[in-house]
């Protein structure tokens, strides 16, 4: 876990430490047995330097105790994680997919880019931007944006207010017609979905039909008889078999360091 300090908490922190420590100032540096405070209470003082030294040890401690329940109590973030997926066809590789998954608190946010180049009849270059937003375990964002040699052939998004989905597309704004959505497509390329029968498509805007087929497969089934084949090992996934009418690719896990400049590349 990497902590995040909230500045509001530091500030607050700030202030006990000043009024601790002006007091603290009253009791050392003061030459009198005792001080009055602005509220009319009297305190006797410390004079002694083994007293002095005491206190200013506990001073000490009391704002690491303070400094540390700051830091544990609030924002956190969980460690980054990101996957890069390689479009393989007939051992060529076609394009790169990366995935960026981000946790902080209660809300979770999965960003996709992706580059296809390869030739069908005539060149053929595919590139898509997508993010999504889950909160507390639902879905409330998401956008999808596809372009084909340099034209546009998805943009559209919807995020959840007030209990319903807006749809923001060509057509301009209009209601999706779905309860919540806890899992959607995203998902599958980073977890294995355990006890999971469908799956929302976000491009679609419908359920996908989700069948396991064996250890640590599934099966999900689009429109027009295409279908993906994830394959996961120790509950990440660790392949993907895209079919489609007229093609068939495999997407696999890239490990390297430098991946992401090799992305940019492509």
Known sequence: METVI?????????????FIMRYAYKLIIVGNSEVELETGRRFPLLNSKHSSRTLILTLNFILVLLLVS???????????EDIRYSIVKNDKVLGYI????RIQNERTTYTINSIVNTKFIIDFKATSNENYVYEKGNL??????????????VDQSFSYRDGQYYLKGKNGISLLNTDVIKCNLIL??????????EVYCDKLNLYLKVEKIGSCRYKVFFPNKTYNIFYYEKGKCSKIE?????????????????????????
């Open 98 to 101: 990366n995935l960026k998954k």
């Open 70 to 80: 700051f830091t544990n109590d609030h924002t956190r973030l969980d460690k980054p």
């Open 188 to 197: 599958l390329f980073f977890d294995e979905p355990l006890n999971v029968n």
């Open 242 to 266: 895209v079919k489609g009418p007229f093609y068939k690719v495999n997407l696999l896990p890239v490990k390297r360091n430098n991946w992401q400049s090799e992305f940019l590349s492509v």
């Open 140 to 153: 409330i964002y998401s956008s999808i944006y596809r372009k084909v040699n340099n034209r546009i052939k």
């Open 6 to 18: 909230n500045i509001n908490y530091v500030i607050a922190a700030g202030f006990i430490v000043y």
